[in-house]
């Protein structure tokens, strides 16, 4: 049996993973060690930490494998030079420089880092995708797809999933791309690239879709078999540092939004026209791939498929009937797909079997001892350590009484979703208790929604159940009339992005979340990462602290451990400004 390190890195949302005969041990995104937001550097914070949550050194590994195939995607760079040339010699020189220097020879880079002497290999882009989502998914057989911007040269790709083995059909390469529409978007309503699509997709319930039909008949066209084409002549990456060009401006009347600039209701109209453009062309496109595989199962992955908006129209209008998507199904999930990849290759995995009952909750854990150390070396020596029961009975009453609580548990998140390890919890009732979190406490746009836990028993009272797994916060579902109970986490087109919490997925949350039930009759709390703009997710208790002190949090929990930012204002505190995102 093996031991192998999955790793990613160089474009964004470094990451690695660990597996121990056939099964995920450990996996953490380099950011949360680094604390630079999308950290793309070399991974080697989180290969560290992987080797140390499972008592490991690096002369244990077997196995070493990177997320892609470097020289594939180098060759993609230099053919699209070849083809817009003399066009495009800037973004061809910055990219050019980067690969000599480090990407291309990531095998020796990680060989001098670590002296190691084993076995290093690499799996396809997409492969590691389809890999991570199909042995999550705990399905036997199924149809995959993987949709992103581009990986070496594929944007899109499909396939056939049965009992480990993977069976690809088809492809669309690059520059055909639907992730590369929705990021130009992005683009041209001011939000960063890689980072800002979420915002974008939580910008379009504000607008209408009034340029749908002009984005149609100018930039984007879907033919009956799902291929995607896109005009190239308004973009810009192909020969330009920018994904949109000026042709691409005058379209639509108006140049590309500044981050500083204010959002109206241009970007909002603008927002709601490709979230509706990106919906109808994913239908289109699984419809047919639904027909050619003939599974009514289907597992998605790729960066395309953190949109939860679109995600909500997978199964209402295709022809699937089940779909699985993981939490981590961007880049940072890359890691963790390469090493089930090699492990497939290996004959070590099972897919019912390779992840624990929490399959997320693979990061680093600390005990009791290691969070007081860090509360003192912080300078604060007022503090409550209560037995599990008094505590959550404790920030049960503190949540009911409007008090913003960070929860600090257990072992972190892997992946972009807070699912109750590190989050920021509040009431949900006050309909005012949306702008104060996104002013105060997150400091980021007002329009950005919050996503509500809610104990699995009750989740159909308050929302829609369209028979999508609601677990880890991947879906949107329109709230019932129950949900006017719970207006700060409810989005203004009546929407929300659930996590319904079902017993043994996180029992520390689920504790206390019965109990604030018990107190107020409301199974339902919002739940949003611990972190501020432009931080990562907190991941150690230093990190946590610094985060409670430099925001308006009221109470800190952490283990066994409770703070009350009120009993602690003589702490000395420096205060930290993070670059927006």
Same mark, same amino acid.
């Given at each position: ?270 927002? %709601?026209?490709? =979230?509706?453009?990106? +919906?109808? !062309?994913?239908?289109? #496109?699984? $419809? ?117 609580? %960070?929860?600090? =548990?257990?072992?972190? +998140?892997? !992946?972009?979703?807070? #699912?109750? $390890? ?160």
């Amino acid at each position: 049996m093996s031991k192998i390190v999955g790793i990613s890195a160089y474009f964004h949302d470094s990451s690695a993973c660990l597996i121990v005969d056939g099964k995920v041990v450990a996996a953490i995104q380099e950011e949360r060690l680094s604390r630079v937001k999308h950290d793309a550097s070399f991974p080697q914070k989180s290969i560290v930490s992987c080797l140390e949550m499972a008592s490991l050194t690096i002369a244990d590994i077997d196995e070493v494998i990177f997320f892609e195939k470097p020289f594939t995607k180098f060759d993609r760079i230099l053919d699209t030079f070849l083809t817009v040339a003399p066009r495009g010699f800037l973004p061809f020189r910055k990219a050019i420089l980067g690969w000599f220097k480090e990407k291309m020879w990531v095998e020796d880079v990680f060989r001098k880092h670590f002296s190691y002497k084993g076995t290093f290999s690499y799996c396809q882009h997409h492969l590691s995708h389809a890999a991570l989502a199909c042995v999550a998914s705990g399905f036997e057989s199924a149809a995959y797809i993987v949709i992103d911007g581009v990986g070496e040269r594929a944007c899109t790709s499909y396939g056939a999933y049965e009992n480990g083995k993977f069976s690809p059909i088809a492809e669309q390469q690059f520059p055909h791309s639907l992730g590369l529409l929705y990021s130009a978007f992005t683009a041209y309503c001011g939000f960063r690239v890689n980072s800002g699509e979420y915002k974008l997709m939580g910008l379009a319930p504000y607008g209408k879709p009034v340029y749908k039909q002009l984005i149609l008949d100018s930039l984007v066209s879907f033919s009956d078999e799902g291929v995607v084409k896109l005009n190239l002549r308004y973009f810009g990456f192909l020969d330009d540092l920018r994904m949109i060009n000026r042709r691409f401006e005058k379209l639509f009347g108006r140049p590309a939004r500044k981050e500083n600039q204010q959002v109206d209701d241009f970007h909002k109209d603008i927002a %709601a026209s490709i =979230q509706s453009v990106l +919906e109808d !062309g994913l239908v289109i #496109l699984l $419809n047919y791939v639904q027909r050619e595989t003939g599974s009514t199962r289907l597992v998605y992955g790729g960066g395309v498929a953190l949109n939860c908006v679109a995600n909500t129209q997978l199964i209402a209008r295709t022809g699937f009937e089940q779909l699985f998507i993981h939490s981590a199904s961007g880049d940072s999930g890359c890691a963790m797909g390469a090493a089930l990849w090699a492990s497939i290759q290996h004959n070590e995995i099972q897919s019912n079997d390779s992840f624990s009952l929490n399959p997320e909750f693979l990061g680093p854990d600390y005990i009791n001892e290691a969070i007081k150390e860090a509360l003192h070396e912080k300078g604060i020596t007022v503090f409550h350590e209560l037995e599990w029961e008094t505590l959550t009975q404790t920030v049960a009453d503190e949540l009911a009484q409007d008090k913003v609580v %960070a929860w600090f =548990q257990g072992k972190m +998140e892997f !992946g972009p979703r807070a #699912l109750g $390890n590190r989050s920021i919890l509040a009431n949900a009732t006050h309909p005012e208790r949306k702008a104060i979190l996104n002013q105060k406490i997150k400091k980021r746009e007002g329009f950005r929604p919050f996503a509500p836990v809610v104990l699995s028993e009750y989740f159909a009272d308050y929302f829609e159940d369209q028979g999508n797994d609601y677990s880890r916060m991947l879906y949107v579902t329109q709230g019932t009339e129950k949900a006017k109970e719970i207006p700060a986490c409810i989005h203004n087109d009546g929407s929300a992005r659930v996590q319904r919490l079902e017993p043994g997925f996180n029992d520390q949350l689920r504790s206390l979340l019965v109990k604030y039930y018990d107190l107020t009759g409301i199974p339902v709390l919002i739940n949003t990462s611990f972190n501020e703009r432009g931080e990562p997710m907190v991941c150690s208790p230093k990190d946590a602290i610094r985060c409670f002190l430099n925001t308006e949090i009221d109470v800190l929990v952490m283990g066994n451990f409770l703070v009350y930012k009120s009993e602690i204002t003589d702490v000395v505190h420096k205060t930290i400004v993070y670059e927006p995102d």
